[in-house]
């Protein structure tokens, strides 16, 4: 993971949970409370993503926010089916 970016590193972690990680898209969309980074794997690697009661998909959003001081933005993920 060469490009220190929030969507290099959302990329970097669902590529290396899932199955198919072609599948994987990152996109970020400006919204008025923060950035948005779109997270989208193929619908079989849903729950490895999400995680048992939504385990994985908390502990991304966590380290996502290690992002933010360093951009003074805010990022909010979303898994989009």
């Known amino acids: 993971m060469s490009d220190e970016s929030p969507v290099s590193f ?16 990152v996109d970020l ?12 794997v193929d619908e079989n690697d849903m729950s490895r993503v999400i995680g048992r009661k939504g385990s994985v998909a908390s ?5 996502l926010s290690t992002f933010e001081g360093a951009n003074d ?9």
């Open 73 to 81: 933005e805010y990022y909010i993920l979303e898994i989009v089916e």
């Open 29 to 40: 969309v400006e919204a008025n409370d923060g950035t948005v980074v779109e997270l989208r």
């Open 59 to 63: 502990s991304l959003r966590s380290l």
């Open 10 to 25: 959302v990329r970097y972690v669902a590529e290396s949970l899932v199955r198919k990680p072609d599948a994987v898209q």
